[in-house]
Structure formats: structure tokens, C-alpha cells
């Protein structure tokens, strides 16, 4: 069993009269980290399941007198899938406001459909946290450096969701992915937006997964995809929503032929981009171990500075001859540089970037390294 990151940084959260959000793709553990909090509140808690008719039914009366006898001697609400229940926003306003003591979590697999229907009358009683699938940093109570060391290139190409880490079998593995991508990924997405052509989604994130960690062209995706740029401009911003891919821009303080309107994409998980293109096979027989390896690393450094709650604004930095560097952080003023190398080697830092940015130190990631940057 994993301890997720989240769960003692919940279980503190619940002594405050607050909402808490928790979103996150679908199939990375938040019903069952909700499962273990209920688990250690016991008969204080109630759970509630929106998808369920019932629920919808039970929260419809929007009163005082209506939701304290539902929550009677009763400290937490959990209330998954809470997008599915309408006008919920105002009705958990309410209980919040009205009952006290009491905390309530509320579960979503997309940022857009469960802050939309609950975000605007929550203003200023929510806090926010993101689910990702397992980190290696919530590994490493359970693992030893060798077995890391030995887990590593699956992990690479199958990803870590939780479920995918528990399959033995690497022909299962795949399996799962390939119904992960064609069943849940891109069900919050078809569900509360107006998709014309689905396809035409899952097309661009195969574009996407052989262009990881690139600059990509909105204009040249949508000739590419046969619709307009601005179609591609809402689908990147959905999928990123259902955090299935994420973005990351250009940075320039000094230099006019730095690049900064560009944008690079990554995916949330390796396994989800192998299973995107149909590409299961082992590191020896592959030609983009360097594309993984970035993506796998910087997708590791989203959920470490998410669950260290570190406010840190991250980029890539390039010029236009070409000189790059594959991660920059910039935290209270103050930058530092990353590039990612499957192999140990030297490399300096590009030329330009050291006389732009002098003193800013500069780090190679490599699979020698590389656990302390993630860990």
C-alpha cells in the first residue's frame, strides 16, 4: 500500500470550516484516498456519491433545516463526483456557512466541470489540491534505491498509475492503458462540453506525443488536424483541464532573440503517451529514450513542487539559434536551470544563457542523479 502525498496534508484540512477541492484525472486514487479518510473519521463522516440519483435527490430541498438533519453529529461531507449534482456550488455554500463544525471535500476528475458548477459562490472558502498519478516520491517509503533503480524503465514506458503499478504482466499493462485512453481519459471533456468531432481530440494528443517537450505550432496542428486554430487553442486548454497534458511557456527577462510566445507540451504520465501511439516497446529497442526520459522527469518535478506546495513558476528557455535548456524555475526572484541527459555527462550551460543570467546556477538530470530533484 502507498501512502498518497495528500492524505495527511487532507486529513489536517478537515479541523477547518472549509471546502476542499480535490480534482484530478480519472483513475488516480481520489476515491480511494477519500476511502482512507473516511476510514479514520469514522461515524463523524458522511459520504455522498453524485453520480448516485439518490444524492441529487437528498441535496435538492436547498435549506438550513434540510441539510443539518442530513449531516447531524457529523463533522465531514465528502461528496464525489460532486460536478454531477446540480447548482452544487450554492447548496455546499450553504452547509458550510450554516453548520459548524464541519469540513466538506469534494471530488472532480477535471478542474473545469467541478470549479465551474461550485467555483463562483465559494469564492474564499476552498482550498485546492491536485491528484496525480502515484509519484516517486510517494514510492520511496515503499521501495529501496535498487529496486527503484530496477523500476525505472517500466516506469518510463507503462507510467504509474496506481492500477498499472500493480499489474504483473507487461502485455496487461498495456491493456489497461489502452482502455484508460478509450474509456476514461477524455470522459469529463465529452461530458460537459460540446465536442463536435472526439476524434479530432485524440488525434492532436497523438501529435502531441510525438512532439513532447517541442514547440508546437497551433497553426500547423490545426491544418494537420483539419480544424481551425482556435479549435486547437480549446482543446489544448481542456485537455489540460482534465490534466491529461500540460503546458509549459518561454522564458526571457534579458535577452530580445529569447523565445517566449512559443509552447512546449508534456503529458501527466509516459504511459499514457506510449498508449497514444501504440508504443509499448522496452528502452533497448527505442529511439526516443531521451523524449521519456524528459517527460518522466519533469512530469515527476510537477507533483513533487505541487506536494511540497512550493509556488514556483516553471518554463523551458530557448534562443533562436537554437541554444536551449529544458527547465527553468524561478521562485522569489531568483532562477535556476535543469537539463535533462539519460546518460551522465558533462555539458555547460549555453553560452547565452550564462552571460543573460550570470550566477544562475545551472544542473544536468541524469539517471545517475536524478532521484533528490524528484524525491
Known amino acids: 500500500m502507498v ?33 482512507k479518510v473516511q476510514e479514520h473519521f469514522g461515524a463523524q463522516c458522511l459520504w455522498l456519491n453524485g453520480e448516485d440519483e439518490d444524492t441529487g435527490s437528498i441535496l435538492k430541498e436547498r435549506t438550513v433545516a434540510n441539510y443539518k438533519r442530513l449531516l447531524q453529529d457529523k463533522k465531514l461531507l ?40 461550485a467555483g463562483e459562490p465559494l469564492v474564499g472558502r476552498t482550498i485546492t489540491n491536485i491528484m496525480y498519478p502515484i509519484a516517486q516520491m510517494e514510492l520511496a517509503a515503499t521501495e529501496n534505491i535498487l529496486e527503484t533503480k530496477q523500476n525505472l524503465p517500466e516506469r518510463l514506458i507503462f507510467g504509474s498509475y496506481p492500477e498499472v503499478l500493480t499489474i504483473a504482466s507487461l502485455a496487461e499493462k498495456q491493456k489497461y492503458l489502452q482502455e484508460l485512453i478509450n474509456t476514461y481519459l477524455l470522459k469529463d471533456i465529452l461530458a460537459f462540453e460540446d465536442i463536435r468531432n472526439p476524434q479530432k481530440i485524440k488525434d492532436l494528443l497523438v501529435l502531441l506525443a510525438y512532439q513532447v517537450g517541442k514547440e508546437v505550432s497551433l497553426d500547423k496542428l490545426g491544418r494537420s488536424l483539419g480544424i481551425s486554430k482556435n479549435t486547437v487553442e480549446r482543446y489544448l486548454d481542456l485537455l489540460s483541464k482534465v490534466f491529461v497534458i500540460y503546458r509549459r511557456g518561454g522564458y526571457s527577462k534579458n535577452l530580445r532573440k529569447e523565445i517566449v ?115
Open 78 to 117: 465528502i461528496i464525489d463526483e460532486a460536478q454531477y449534482i446540480q447548482d452544487i456550488g450554492r447548496k455546499v455554500k450553504l452547509m458550510i456557512d450554516e453548520i459548524k463544525p464541519l469540513h466538506i471535500i469534494i471530488t472532480g476528475s477535471s478542474s473545469f466541470d467541478l470549479q465551474q458548477t
Open 261 to 375: 510566445k512559443s509552447s512546449r507540451w508534456y503529458f501527466a504520465d509516459n504511459g499514457v503517451r506510449n498508449a497514444l501511439i501504440n508504443d509499448f516497446r522496452l528502452l533497448p529497442l527505442r529511439q526516443d529514450i531521451g523524449l521519456l526520459w524528459r517527460n518522466y522527469i519533469l512530469s515527476e518535478r510537477v507533483k513533487y513542487n505541487e506536494y511540497h506546495f512550493k509556488l514556483i513558476n516553471s518554463y523551458f528557455w530557448r534562443t533562436y539559434d537554437q541554444q536551449e535548456i529544458d527547465l527553468i524555475e524561478e521562485a522569489e526572484g531568483r532562477i535556476e536551470a535543469w537539463e535533462t541527459k539519460w546518460k551522465e555527462q558533462k555539458v555547460k550551460a549555453p553560452v547565452a544563457f550564462s552571460k543573460a543570467y550570470p550566477g544562475a546556477p545551472f544542473n544536468i538530470i541524469h539517471q545517475n542523479n536524478y532521484l533528490p530533484f524528484i524525491t
Open 3 to 35: 501512502e498518497r502525498a495528500l492524505y495527511q496534508e487532507i486529513i489536517a484540512d478537515c479541523s477547518r470550516q472549509k471546502v476542499s477541492l480535490l480534482v484530478g484525472a480519472r483513475r488516480v486514487g481520489k476515491t480511494e484516498l477519500l476511502l
